[in-house]
């Protein structure tokens, strides 16, 4: 497996995740004055990251492990 173009699509995905995580904490930001309801965009943001990059790593992950899968029943 080509572990760099695992961690490429890790770091990717976990971009897009942090920006969709950034957008829905502006969405979605409470009328509540609590403290736990305040500066919520870098929870969201690394909640996103998190999410975007085991699911960008993982995808391609099984990606290769399919065509190797593939190759592999193509030589049999």
Known sequence: MNRKL???SGVITAAIGAVIGLSASELARPKFESSIYQ???PKYAA???VIGLL???GQEAIRQL???REKEEDTN
């Open 55 to 57: 699911a960008g790593a």
């Open 66 to 68: 399919k065509q190797q």
């Open 47 to 49: 909640a996103g990251g």
């Open 39 to 41: 500066n919520l965009a």
């Open 6 to 8: 695992i961690v490429f």
